[in-house]
């Protein structure tokens, strides 16, 4: 990782173990006193909790924290918030290994695979129950803090709905009339509003930051968010097929409309627009055929065209923070998270 990316990197190691000790101690548990609390905890809460406990290097709860730190505020003030990040996270990945019939996630089969789709449906389903809960249930927080708190999850959850939809839906109804604006607002709904918009903008309200920061630092998510997107869509098709695995180019096989793809069907001349959307149509898993399409793709120069556009929305999310007032080194860690998201290889 590149040294313009150490501060967040280190921001991140420095507040992982703060996020995963709350993740334990505040773990959501049956409500139950009966004989059922053991099933209810066997069938939905240990799965739960041994999905969240699994997740990686806690980016999103901790932007909670930065956000809210960029203003003036304390961690301890919206760690609940991280939480509900966490628990949405666990959701979101828990339903979308359904819906694209994944096989492994965090290194482990997916949790339909081991728990059966019914109950996995449900497992997403506390998830997103608890993103709420555990906010409701902070009394440190005041009640109006905490409804706002409230709106903000509430939309980020509608918008990643809404961009989800569009995913789900454009792989159904095999259309592959989109342009790349199509894709963006797809992505900017289904990962940008979660990954970074909301977290920092969520911890700047909790921090009580102005009206003018916590609008900066939404916008600045959104454009960091969706460089991050771009640059998970890059590392399906170019990252390291080792560490992937069965993962690496699943994109590909799922036929799912990325931006390197409809660039490359924009571009192509129609002979080979049709066999690459042959080839992502056939949902096929042979490295040949997956590396033709990916040489289509490559080829007409799409790659190139997605990295350059994620450098474009770094340096937009960059100059956003300009003339903006943040505390201490936030400003410093908060353009390291943008060369981040951008340099990541996994």
């Not at 009966?34 to 990686?56: E, I």
């Not at 474009?312 to 999310?317: I, P, W």
């Not at 390291?336 to 290889?345: E, G, W």
């Amino acid at each position: 990782m590149g040294s313009e990316s150490e501060p967040f990197v280190a921001y991140l190691a420095q507040k992982r173990p703060l996020i995963e000790d709350y993740l334990e101690t505040h773990a959501a548990i049956p409500n139950s006193e009966d004989r059922t609390a053991s099933d209810m905890n066997r069938y939905a809460y240990g799965p739960l909790r041994r999905f969240t406990a699994s997740g990686g290097k806690r980016t999103r709860p901790a932007l909670v924290l930065l956000g809210c730190e960029a203003v003036g505020g304390k961690d301890e003030q919206a760690l609940s918030c991280a939480q509900a990040l966490e628990y949405f996270q666990s959701a979101a990945l828990i339903h979308d290994d359904i819906a694209d019939k994944g096989q492994i996630r965090r290194g482990e089969p997916c949790t339909y695979l081991t728990e059966g789709v019914g109950v996995a449906i449900n497992v997403g389903d506390l998830g997103i129950v608890r993103t709420f809960a555990g906010v409701i249930e902070d009394d440190s927080l005041p009640t109006e803090t905490k409804l706002d708190a409230l709106r903000y999850l509430a939309t980020m959850e509608e918008c990643t709905v809404q961009g989800q939809a569009l995913d789900l839906g454009w792989v159904r109804d095999g259309r592959w009339d989109l342009t790349c604006e199509d894709y963006l607002s797809m992505a900017r709904h289904k990962t940008a509003y979660y990954s970074a918009a909301t977290p920092l903008a969520l911890g700047a309200l909790i921090g009580q930051g102005t009206a003018e920061q916590i609008e900066t630092l939404h916008g600045f998510g959104l454009d960091a968010g969706l460089a991050f997107q771009l640059q998970d869509d890059l590392l399906n098709l170019v990252g390291d097929e080792e560490s992937q695995g069965k993962d690496f180019r699943s994109d590909l096989t799922e036929g799912k409309r990325t931006l390197a793809v409809v660039w490359a069907l924009s571009h192509l001349d129609e002979q080979h627009k049709q066999e690459l959307i042959g080839l992502l149509s056939s949902h096929t898993t042979d490295p040949k055929e997956l590396n033709r399409a990916f040489d289509l793709i490559e080829g007409v120069g799409a790659i190139d065209a997605v990295r350059n556009y994620a450098l474009k929305l770094v340096h937009s999310a960059q100059n956003r923070l300009e003339g903006v007032h943040f505390e201490g080194n936030t400003r410093d860690i908060l353009v390291a998270m943008t060369n981040y998201f951008i340099s990541r290889r996994a």
